[in-house]
């Protein structure tokens, strides 16, 4: 059997000991907590908590993000892949006591973050502007002049294109008075114009009813000077603002050297997530703490001897009624069958009164995934892939297990390649005939060539029927 035996276990201990205990009995990575219904006992509430360590969660991985990309920290092929690092219990306790101090790192580092987001979104509104004032660059007067002494100026655009001989006929057809307007065309598009209308002050209004129908459009952002230098402005603005993007970006590589900290700290708000989730199962009186739940037989007499010598507690073990109780599972399989785990936990895993189906399914996957592939050079690809994986990185649990699949997916291609006699498809028959001009190649298949012997048959039970 695959399914480990475990021991149900009830603990009651001082409340000022429950944090350690059920850290120490997450340290262990072999404990199931249970709920631990009773009306005469206080449950924990501590979604506030679990919330208020996911947000900073959040705070610590963005701010590791955000040092990865500011700072250009260079990592090997294989460190991208391998994340994992071991730490000592000592320079655990130590980060963990100054975890409040690395925290507000953090969230000096978002700040100055934020100060940068600001300024490229106000690098985008300044080169908008540019674009704007761009189509107006031969207007030689402010684009906010209203009116001369005796004149009234109408500077907009029109959604068409239209040459100044144009407008000129449109404002006539409109009005019969209006012989004394100035049109000047500053700029001209497919679907843009941008113009000039001067005319005496006692035409003003009778222009501006025709021009309101002719569609002309007032801009919205008028600049009280030349457009042309209303435009240097914003970019000489923009280079300003760059030049504070550097400032706040080397104020942030300045952080650089708390990178592996700040990393740590994530990690360590992931556990104390996981601690304070497992603690709304537990349940206390006003100086007492209870749990229960289910541990693997064969360390359960260690963990009992071990909180009950190490903390002011009293540990009690007992047979599980696979029956009565919805007792879960822990599968412990050899790499061979680990390997397809995640696969039958995709659909169902089995259950306390099932036989695991892991061991023999295994066979059966690998053979058939090697089967449908059948080409040796790409399972010997997958095995190279597969060994340096395991070898190179720090892969555990899931991680290790898909390597492990990987690994012996790559064995059986290897196997009914050569069964078949397939190598990178035809490559090896290919190469024979072109460059070294053989004009037989024999057959590298060990059992059977499928385009060669599927095929005659096929053809001669055709022929016969």
Same mark, same amino acid.
């Not at 201990?13 to 850290?23: A, C, G, T």
């Not at 679907?191 to 007032?218: D, K, N, P, Q, W």
């Not at 397939?422 to 590298?444: R, Y």
């Given at each position: 059997?695959? /399914?480990?035996?475990?021991?149900?276990?009830?603990?009651?201990?001082?409340?000022?000991?429950? /944090?350690?205990?059920?850290? %120490?009995?997450?340290?262990?990575?072999?404990?199931?907590?249970?709920?631990?219904?009773?009306?005469?006992?206080?449950?924990?509430?501590?979604? =506030?908590?679990?919330?208020?360590?996911?947000?900073?969660?959040?705070?610590?991985?963005?701010?590791?993000?955000?040092?990865?990309?500011?700072?250009?920290?260079?990592?090997?092929?294989?460190?991208?892949? *391998? &994340?994992?690092?071991?730490?000592?219990?000592?320079?655990?306790?130590?980060?963990? &006591?100054?975890?409040?101090?690395?925290?507000?790192?953090?969230?000096?580092?978002?700040?100055?973050?934020?100060?940068i987001q600001k300024l490229k979104a106000e690098i985008i509104s300044q080169q908008t502007l540019i674009d704007y004032y761009t189509p107006w660059a031969g207007l030689d007067i402010p684009m906010a002049s209203k009116r001369t002494v005796t004149t009234n100026i109408f500077i907009g655009t029109f959604k068409n294109e239209y040459s100044k001989e144009e407008l000129q006929l449109l404002i006539k057809e409109a009005s019969e008075t209006l012989d004394d307007v100035e049109i000047e065309i500053v700029s001209k598009e497919k679907m843009l114009t941008c113009a000039v209308f001067m005319c005496h #002050?006692?035409?003003?209004?009778?222009?501006?009813?025709?021009? #309101?129908?002719?569609?002309?459009?007032?801009?919205?952002?008028?600049?009280?000077?030349?457009?042309?230098?209303?435009?240097? &402005?914003?970019?000489?603005?923009?280079?300003?603002?760059?030049?504070?993007?550097?400032?706040?970006?080397?104020?942030?590589?300045?952080?650089?050297?708390? %990178?592996?900290?700040? #990393?740590?700290?994530?990690?360590?708000?992931?556990?104390?997530?996981?601690?304070?989730?497992?603690?709304?199962?537990?349940?206390?009186?006003?100086?007492?703490?209870?749990? #229960?739940? %289910?541990?693997?037989?064969?360390?359960?007499?260690?963990?009992?001897?071990?909180?009950? *010598?190490?903390?002011?507690?009293?540990?009690?073990?007992?047979?599980?009624?696979?029956?009565?109780?919805?007792?879960?599972?822990?599968?412990? *399989?050899?790499?061979?069958?680990?390997?397809?785990?995640?696969?039958?936990? +995709?659909?169902?895993?089995?259950? *306390?009164? &099932?036989?695991?189906?892991?061991?023999?399914?295994?066979?059966?996957?690998?053979?058939?995934?090697?089967?449908?592939?059948?080409?040796?050079?790409?399972?010997?690809?997958?095995?190279?892939?597969?060994?340096?994986?395991?070898?190179?990185?720090?892969?555990? =649990?899931?991680?290790?297990?898909?390597?492990?699949?990987?690994?012996?997916?790559?064995?059986?291609?290897?196997? !009914?390649?050569?069964?078949?006699?397939?190598?990178? =498809?035809?490559?090896?028959?290919?190469?024979?005939?072109?460059?070294?001009?053989?004009?037989?190649?024999?057959?590298?298949?060990? !059992?059977?060539?499928? +385009?060669?012997?599927?095929?005659?048959?096929?053809?001669?039970?055709?022929?016969?029927?």
């Amino acid at each position: 059997m695959a /399914k480990v035996k475990l021991m149900g276990f009830e603990l009651i201990s001082l409340l000022s000991e429950s /944090k350690k205990i059920v850290e %120490y009995l997450q340290k262990t990575g072999a404990v199931q907590f249970e709920n631990a219904e009773d009306e005469e006992l206080i449950k924990y509430k501590t979604v =506030g908590i679990v919330s208020q360590l996911k947000k900073k969660y959040d705070a610590t991985k963005k701010a590791y993000e955000i040092l990865e990309e500011k700072c250009e920290l260079k990592k090997s092929f294989i460190e991208k892949f *391998n &994340d994992c690092s071991e730490i000592e219990y000592s320079d655990y306790k130590l980060l963990t &006591d100054k975890s409040e101090e690395l925290f507000i790192k953090c969230v000096e580092i978002l700040s100055v973050f934020d100060e940068i987001q600001k300024l490229k979104a106000e690098i985008i509104s300044q080169q908008t502007l540019i674009d704007y004032y761009t189509p107006w660059a031969g207007l030689d007067i402010p684009m906010a002049s209203k009116r001369t002494v005796t004149t009234n100026i109408f500077i907009g655009t029109f959604k068409n294109e239209y040459s100044k001989e144009e407008l000129q006929l449109l404002i006539k057809e409109a009005s019969e008075t209006l012989d004394d307007v100035e049109i000047e065309i500053v700029s001209k598009e497919k679907m843009l114009t941008c113009a000039v209308f001067m005319c005496h #002050r006692s035409s003003s209004e009778e222009l501006g009813r025709v021009l #309101r129908e002719l569609g002309f459009v007032i801009p919205d952002k008028i600049a009280a000077k030349l457009p042309t230098k209303a435009a240097e &402005d914003c970019r000489q603005e923009i280079e300003k603002l760059h030049k504070q993007i550097d400032e706040l970006t080397a104020e942030i590589k300045k952080y650089g050297t708390y %990178y592996s900290d700040i #990393r740590f700290l994530s990690d360590y708000y992931t556990a104390q997530i996981d601690k304070y989730t497992a603690m709304e199962n537990a349940a206390s009186t006003e100086m007492a703490f209870y749990v #229960r739940g %289910y541990i693997p037989a064969a360390v359960s007499e260690e963990i009992k001897f071990e909180i009950e *010598n190490s903390y002011k507690a009293q540990m009690e073990l007992y047979e599980p009624d696979y029956e009565n109780e919805d007792v879960p599972v822990l599968l412990k *399989n050899n790499s061979f069958a680990a390997g397809v785990e995640g696969i039958t936990n +995709m659909y169902s895993p089995p259950s *306390n009164k &099932d036989v695991d189906p892991n061991p023999i399914m295994s066979f059966f996957y690998y053979a058939l995934f090697g089967l449908m592939l059948s080409d040796a050079g790409y399972g010997l690809l997958m095995v190279i892939g597969a060994i340096f994986a395991k070898k190179k990185l720090n892969f555990k =649990g899931n991680m290790k297990k898909t390597a492990d699949m990987i690994l012996y997916c790559g064995i059986a291609t290897v196997f !009914w390649g050569a069964m078949f006699g397939g190598f990178f =498809g035809d490559l090896i028959p290919t190469v024979c005939k072109t460059f070294l001009g053989m004009s037989e190649v024999p057959s590298l298949a060990i !059992w059977m060539d499928p +385009m060669t012997t599927v095929l005659s048959c096929f053809f001669t039970a055709s022929f016969l029927a």
